[in-house]
């Protein structure tokens, strides 16, 4: 065989060699760029049950926090309005007392 012919069959050889690794390198990019994709839905996924949890979890704390304020100011209430019939109930009596001796003066007079 001559130098040549030998050139040319390395460089076949060459070139198979190169399309073979061309090829795996396209399908192991194909492959990779499969999945970057899901990896990249999954953790999309992932991204979007995490901010639901943490909407639920400010809405609970929300919610409990405005029961407790709700609870806090009907008790405020109660007290005011026990205190309101108490005091109208002495104011009621005062006022009583109050034309009941006016009216007596007046008779009185």
Known sequence: ?????????????AARTLEAATAEAERIKA??????????????????RAAQEILASADARIAAE???AHEAL???LAQRAAAFDAQAGELASWLVRTVMNAAQDARAA
């Open 74 to 76: 009907q008790a405020r």
């Open 66 to 68: 405005d029961a407790a």
């Open 1 to 13: 065989m001559s130098t040549i012919e030998e050139i040319v069959k390395v460089e076949r050889e």
């Open 31 to 48: 492959a990779a760029t499969a999945q970057a994709a899901q990896i990249a839905a999954e953790a999309q996924m992932q991204a979007e």
